[in-house]
């Protein structure tokens, strides 16, 4: 069993900046992927980016690309999200998960391949 705690969410001005936090406990993946996907009402899961535990290879969406940059520090077992220049659009939550088998990249960006998930931290970007 793997436990994802997200933090760092709350309410900025448009072209703010905040960082989101994911620790992670229980079982020790360093070789998984991590990753960060969005989620607004009534729309469907956005991945937003990903990066290996072993090597720290990171994949971001195009959306954030320039933006958003993912990080990890393995001996902390925490995978941070920085994201600069905030959108009113980046507003939703916020969701840190953990794939616990090594799988090719293209899957990285699908969701259903995930298998925790923490409980989501809200961005508000007002404008």
């Known amino acids: 069993q793997v436990q994802l705690v997200e933090s760092g969410g709350g309410l900025v001005q448009a072209g703010g900046s905040l960082r989101l936090s994911c620790a992670a406990s229980?079982?020790?993946?360093?070789?998984?992927?991590m990753g960060w996907f969005r989620q607004a009402p009534g729309k469907e899961r956005e991945f937003v980016a990903a990066i290996t535990w072993s090597v720290g290879r990171t994949y971001h969406a195009d959306s954030v690309k320039g933006r958003f940059t993912i990080s990890r520090d393995n001996a902390k077992n925490t995978v941070y999200l920085q994201m600069n220049s905030l959108k009113p659009e980046d507003t939703t939550v916020y969701y840190c998960?953990?794939?616990?088998?090594?799988?090719?990249?293209?899957?990285?960006?699908?969701?259903?391949?995930?298998?925790?998930w923490g409980q989501g931290t809200q961005v508000t970007v007002s404008s």
């Open positions: 998960a953990a794939d616990t088998y090594d799988r090719d990249p293209y899957y990285y960006t699908r969701g259903s391949y995930y298998d925790y």
């Open positions: 229980g079982r020790t993946f360093s070789s998984y992927v």
